[in-house]
């Protein structure tokens, strides 16, 4: 670990974030300041050789005092870590009997909203919207005005034809794409659910009523993704940016809900790594990533909670949405992990 740097790669526990910008060179020729090269050295005896031509801090024991003070410590202080302090703070709000809600900032350039849905909660429910809905952006649709949440869900294409498995009450979504490679999220009329990863072939369990599909994976049986596997996928899944994902927690029992503002500095975004450890960390045993960049958007009760990238400032066309709405059906007996 070099001084003065950030760490090469992000960590949620352990300080690990994209370096920072260095610090500027001296002006040729000049004299007045004392301008430190970025040649990242923390050693004592090797601060002083940083300053050869430096007349400022040779003439005055107290200027060199000052000076190695101030090197020691920018040697001593790590680059920033995740906010844990943010985090909890940011204590989960109650929206309604079930449904738990927080936004916090787990990384300095970053924004994230989180739900929390218990599976049992007999007066809330899960709704995919229907293939007639698909094209409309979120403040176009009507559930999003109705439905204590709503978030956007699957990968699509320019028809919007959407990625994997996708069931909406009961209604299988046909075409869709790349099925077999696509890891869901499924829902049967008790609303137990269930993630699966691998062989997901073209249809889901018997009994689903709800579901939707995504890529890749973030938590497999509480383990975690690394960065060899975001090197699979450098541009999507190694580089920040806006997303969405589900996960399961509590043995079934809570859906998880997470989505990362981004491209709007100095809002950057998550990557993969982030996103998976952030899903562990809130208690995901097993997880997966949604449609993300410009889709990923949240309404909280009828209005949109997440800042939307500066790129992008105008809601995205979707191909489908989940919402979770109430119910008087005396439905929800929570839900369990297909793992492989």
């Known amino acids: 670990m070099a001084c003065g740097r950030g760490f090469d790669s992000p960590r949620f526990h352990h300080s690990r974030l994209p370096q920072g910008p260095t ?41 060199l005092l000052v000076a190695l003070v101030a090197a020691l410590v920018g040697c001593a202080t790590p680059p920033p870590a995740w906010q844990g302090q943010d985090a909890a703070a940011a204590a989960w709000q109650r929206v309604t009997a079930g449904l738990d809600y927080r936004s916090f900032s787990p990384w300095p350039d970053s924004r994230v909203h989180v739900l929390r849905l218990d599976l049992r ?57 790349q099925a077999e490679a696509s890891p869901w ?11 699966k990863f691998t062989d997901t072939g073209g249809a889901g369990p018997a009994d689903v009523v709800n579901a939707v599909a995504g ?20 541009a999507f899944c190694a580089r920040t940016h806006p997303r969405t994902a589900v996960g399961l927690a509590g043995q079934g029992r809570w859906l998880l809900v997470v989505l990362a503002e981004g491209r709007r500095p100095p809002v950057a975004g998550v990557t993969l790594v982030q996103l998976s ?17 410009g889709s990923s958007t949240l309404w909280l009760q009828g209005r949109a909670v997440m800042a939307r990238p500066a790129n992008e400032p105008e809601e995205r066309a979707l191909s489908n ?20």
């Open 277 to 293: 450890q952030l899903m562990r960390e809130l208690g995901a045993d097993d997880a997966i990533n949604l449609d993300g960049g």
């Open 185 to 195: 999220l499924a829902c049967d009329p008790v609303q137990r659910c269930r993630i």
């Open 121 to 177: 909660e007999p007066g809330l429910r899960l709704e995919v919207s229907p293939p007639q809905a698909r094209g409309l952006a979120m403040d176009r649709r009507p559930e999003a005005t109705v439905a204590v949440a709503s978030f956007n869900a699957s990968f699509f294409d320019r028809n919007f034809v959407p990625r994997g498995l996708t069931v909406s009450q009961g209604q299988t979504w046909t075409p869709v794409l």
């Open 321 to 340: 949405v989940v919402s979770i709405v109430q119910s008087d059906n005396n439905i929800g007996m929570g839900g369990d992990s297909d793992r492989p």
């Open 215 to 234: 890529t890749p994976w973030l938590v497999r049986a509480g383990q975690v993704r690394t960065e060899a596997d975001d090197a699979l996928c450098a």
């Open 23 to 63: 610090r500027p060179r001296a002006p040729k020729g000049s004299r007045g300041l004392c301008f430190v090269q970025p040649t990242r050295v923390c050693a004592v005896h090797q601060f002083v050789a940083l300053f050869p031509g430096c007349r400022l801090l040779r003439r005055t024991a107290t200027g």
